[in-house]
């Protein structure tokens, strides 16, 4: 989730309920969360569809559903379609009818977004320099991370904040369209480095959670190369697809650091990755962060530069 710091923190007592299925007090805490977070009301109206359609209310899903539209609101067909959720209201004539509305609605504003970037020039002067461009997280902004990629500014580095066009929902950006997130990337890349050759040290890919995910098939893939690639907190990888495409290109042989958090749920996950890169002959080494969740670590700055030395050794 993007954002604001304290309503993903409150919000952990909703899906510590929802996992338990105690569905009345996670309905609760959605009406609490919206008393103190009204700016999130599109997260917390999609909970609440998610819940009413599990527990067979019909009438106050289809009433929510409908409502959101009035307001503006949409959700993405990925989302509506692949949401276990909602499996069992697929096909469902007022839904299909909604999820309809939806479509067009996504199509209409997924039109007019355009990617753009947010570029952190390196505080010490030089002459060249290296740079990093990052993929942000799904559903967030490439510019809330700023003041994490500040640290690594200050180490002399351009960092490039690449912002997706894809919309997931109103505000909600994502990398879910792959042949998409490589145009765009590209482009920022292509842009960015044009004419500057001999000013340029070196180049990686970074990103968090789905943006490190697409940056570690991007390394692969697009035609300026990198020397690395940080991913921290990795969302969720067809491994079989990654693999195809590393032998799909030999000739590229970026090194990888996982920075993965003790406490993130996808943990263990980050372990096999890296065993299975390993065993690819990929240079790859797993950071495992103690106290962290599925989120930047506090000491980033320091990661970074460790991550660098692996990456430059």
């Known amino acids: 989730m993007p954002g604001n710091d304290e309503f993903n923190d409150r919000s ?3 899906f510590a309920l929802y996992e338990r299925k105690d569905f009345a007090g996670a309905l609760n805490v959605c009406d609490e969360l919206e008393m ?12 609440r569809m998610c819940i009413y359609s599990i527990t067979g209310d019909m009438q106050a899903m289809m009433a ?41 609605m996504e199509q209409e504003a997924n039109q007019a977004s355009q990617p753009e970037r947010t570029v952190l020039k390196p505080v010490i002067d030089a002459q060249a320099h290296p740079i990093v461009f990052v993929l942000h997280g ?12 500040k640290a690594i500014q200050s180490l002399g580095w351009e960092v490039v904040l690449m912002q997706s066009s894809q919309l997931a929902f109103p505000g909600g950006y994502c990398w879910d369209d792959p ?35 697409r940056a570690l ?30 032998d799909d290109h030999p000739e590229r042989k970026p090194k990888i650091v996982i920075m993965s958090g003790m406490q993130d749920r996808g943990h263990e996950n980050h372990k096999g990755l890296v065993s299975a890169l390993t065993v690819q002959g ?16 506090d000491d980033f700055g320091t990661l970074f530069n460790d991550s660098i030395d692996f990456l430059g050794a």
């Open 282 to 297: 990929v240079p790859c080494r797993l950071m495992t962060v103690e106290g962290m969740g599925h989120n930047y670590p």
């Open 217 to 246: 098939s991007l390394a692969y893939q697009l035609e300026v190369p990198v020397s690395g690639v940080i991913a921290v907190a990795p969302g969720r990888i067809a491994l079989d697809d990654l693999i195809k495409i590393i």
């Open 36 to 47: 103190a977070f009204p700016e999130q009301r599109i997260h917390l109206i999609y909970w």
């Open 12 to 14: 952990a007592r909703f």
């Open 179 to 213: 042949d998409k997130t490589a145009r765009e990337v590209r482009t920022h890349m292509l842009e960015v480095t044009a004419g500057r050759e001999a000013g340029i040290t070196e180049i990686i890919l970074a990103g968090f959670s789905q943006g490190a995910s």
């Open 64 to 104: 929510a559903f409908q409502n959101a539209l009035d307001q503006g609101m949409w959700w993405s067909q990925m989302m509506l379609r692949n949401d276990p959720d909602f499996a069992n209201i697929q096909g469902n004539p007022e839904f299909e009818r909604l999820v309809g509305k939806c479509a067009q």
């Open 138 to 149: 799904r559903l967030h902004l490439a510019i809330e991370s700023a003041d994490t990629w």
